[in-house]
């Protein structure tokens, strides 16, 4: 079993990348080699048997990844993207980087004869937007209202046609906000959801520019890896007429995720978090679709956190 | 007003040009130029005092109608296509006709400052596929099950992009079933919609391959041609968060659809259709959503024929 991974260098890339090894498998077959693909060498870990190929590749290039690809790859996770943000601020850049190289990508996929590899690509529930339901299911039109989600939008509708055409075996992933992300603050919307959790449990203040009421749709750091791996086991028609799905996340307020700090941590770290509203901030997460009905992906075995606190949990116990 | 078209020398584009000279006017303001593309120089009707610019340029070429864009057309309707049986037969010219002509036509306006130009696409219902609701409406899931629906959905979510960032002012329409086409019978899945009802209206023998409940979801050219002029008259703002949406059409099943050939030309011309069922064709039809709630586009003043009567006569009378 050969695996690649685009974007391997990131947060999520470098996850999976540890957890492959420490798996040893996918599908019930043991990982020869994972090739580690960003813009610069991404960092390898110990592997053991496993042999691990870090490359610095242009996925922009038209053919970057040829030599990756006539090693015939059984799975390739691609992760690399340009986030909403650069993505909104540079349409050429966004389009290159999330759209081209996906195309680029799936060609390259048809040129070398890939019909049984399985492509995995992250997607986002940033791909949603316009006038929702109250709860979002997987019939929900896809009406994305920022550049970043448009281009995830393409990718998926591409990826399903080169998968029925049997070119490729490509299954999407959209992603719910991940919480809780390790680091600093950055100038994502959303990253005030990690903040108010991170930074207080680390005695230091953080930011929420958002209403108590403000609800949000969350899933972990390792369920989101666990996710990624489990798309690339599941029999591709066991996804239906179409290859991409909105993951189980849970559902839950800022007030809840105050509540689930002061459980932890107590008083004096939920009085770390300062509210400063911010309308701009508020009304691009007032825009996010918060509650999903993700009954195929549920069948398939996708699994969200138990509740918050399990989420807290998890940071607390991996950060000591 | 000057009015450029792509697609020009087709079914509907000649009808649109037609149309277009006979009101004189769009929006309120008089048409002064109507500039027509097609692969070979349009066909151009004599238009009074209307100048008419026919052109043969080739809209896969980047920068291709620049000379055009140049110009700064106030509208754009963006017809040229390839079919969907061709786009289903050859993946690379699907996508280069049907997305990457659109994208660079999105990029032309982009480099032109053309903000305020309307460009009006053509969509079809082909775009939407899969396991499908009873009756869809403006939020249901466009999961196509073949590439021309594939390249009409990104377009329509890349026209919706370049929109929202102020780059052009575009509106995107999901055609029905159009019925009743004139020529012949052709290799078009949805052939025999119009073929069993024109060839007996000529005396001539027609071949049904669906069977009698068959529904389908049909517009009049004349209804479409009228769609295709408001699509460029209403606001852009009014079509809200997502610029495609579907146009009203009629729900008929081919039961009905004979029983008005009955009504119009009696049963010797009922008579006229052989039952011939072809499980690919059945399949393929049965797959395409009938019903449809299309509260939206109702709500902005296009409209549905009548019933399916009205589509008989108005084929009758321009025949004649």
Same mark, same amino acid.
């Given at each position: 079993?050969?695996?690649?991974?685009?974007?391997?260098?990131?947060?999520?890339?470098? %996850? *999976?990348?540890?957890?492959?090894?420490?798996?040893?498998? +996918?599908?019930?077959?043991?990982?020869? !080699?994972?090739?580690?693909?960003?813009?610069?060498?991404?960092?390898?870990? @110990?592997?053991? =048997?496993?042999?691990?190929?870090?490359?610095?590749?242009?996925?922009?290039?038209?053919?970057?990844?040829?030599?990756?690809? =006539?090693?015939?790859? @059984?799975?390739?996770?691609?992760?690399?993207?340009?986030?909403?943000?650069?993505?909104?601020?540079? *349409?050429?850049?966004?389009?290159?980087?999330?759209? @081209?190289?996906?195309?680029?990508?799936?060609?390259?996929?048809?040129?070398?004869?890939? #019909?049984?590899?399985? +492509?995995?690509?992250?997607?986002?529930?940033? $791909?949603?937007?316009?006038?929702?339901?109250?709860?979002?299911? @997987?019939?929900?039109?896809?009406?994305?209202?920022?550049?970043?989600?448009?281009?995830?939008?393409?990718?998926?509708?591409? &990826?399903?046609?080169?998968?029925?055409?049997?070119?490729?075996?490509?299954?999407?992933?959209? +992603?719910?906000? &991940?919480?809780?992300?390790?680091?600093?603050?950055?100038?994502?919307?959303?990253?005030? =959801?990690?903040?108010?959790? %991170?930074?207080? /449990?680390?005695?230091?203040?953080?930011?929420?520019?958002?209403?108590?009421?403000?609800? *949000?749709?969350?899933?972990?750091?390792?369920?989101?890896?666990? $996710?990624?791996? +489990?798309?690339?086991?599941?029999?591709?028609?066991?996804?239906?007429?179409? %290859?991409?799905?909105? /993951?189980?996340?849970?559902?839950?307020?800022? =007030?809840?995720?105050?509540?689930?700090?002061?459980?932890? #941590?107590?008083?004096?770290?939920?009085?770390?978090?300062?509210?400063?509203?911010?309308?701009?901030? %508020?009304?691009?997460?007032?825009?996010?679709?918060? !509650?999903?009905?993700?009954?195929?992906?549920?069948?398939?075995?996708?699994?969200?956190? #138990?509740?918050?606190?399990?989420?807290?949990?998890?940071?607390?116990?991996?950060?000591?």
């Amino acid at each position: 079993m050969h695996i690649a991974i685009t974007g391997a260098a990131g947060f999520l890339g470098q %996850r *999976l990348v540890r957890q492959l090894v420490k798996r040893g498998e +996918l599908d019930g077959r043991a990982i020869r !080699r994972l090739t580690l693909i960003d813009q610069v060498e991404p960092p390898a870990p @110990d592997a053991g =048997a496993i042999e691990i190929v870090s490359r610095a590749l242009d996925i922009t290039t038209p053919g970057g990844l040829d030599s990756v690809l =006539a090693e015939r790859p @059984d799975v390739i996770h691609h992760l690399a993207a340009v986030v909403s943000s650069a993505a909104e601020a540079d *349409l050429d850049l966004g389009m290159k980087v999330n759209f @081209d190289a996906t195309r680029s990508l799936l060609e390259g996929c048809r040129r070398h004869g890939l #019909a049984e590899t399985r +492509l995995v690509m992250a997607s986002s529930v940033a $791909a949603y937007g316009g006038e929702l339901p109250e709860v979002l299911d @997987d019939m929900t039109a896809v009406q994305p209202q920022n550049s970043y989600g448009t281009q995830k939008a393409m990718c998926e509708l591409l &990826i399903n046609d080169y998968s029925r055409r049997g070119l490729v075996d490509g299954r999407v992933l959209r +992603l719910p906000t &991940i919480v809780i992300r390790p680091g600093r603050p950055n100038a994502a919307a959303s990253s005030f =959801a990690s903040s108010i959790l %991170r930074e207080p /449990l680390s005695g230091e203040e953080a930011i929420c520019p958002v209403p108590l009421d403000q609800e *949000l749709f969350v899933l972990s750091p390792s369920r989101v890896i666990e $996710a990624l791996i +489990l798309a690339a086991e599941v029999p591709g028609e066991a996804l239906g007429a179409f %290859r991409a799905l909105m /993951l189980p996340g849970i559902t839950v307020s800022v =007030a809840e995720m105050l509540d689930t700090l002061r459980e932890v #941590a107590g008083d004096e770290a939920v009085a770390r978090v300062r509210h400063e509203p911010d309308e701009r901030i %508020r009304s691009l997460v007032a825009s996010w679709p918060a !509650r999903f009905d993700t009954a195929r992906a549920d069948r398939l075995g996708f699994r969200r956190d #138990a509740d918050f606190g399990e989420i807290v949990d998890a940071y607390l116990a991996e950060r000591s």
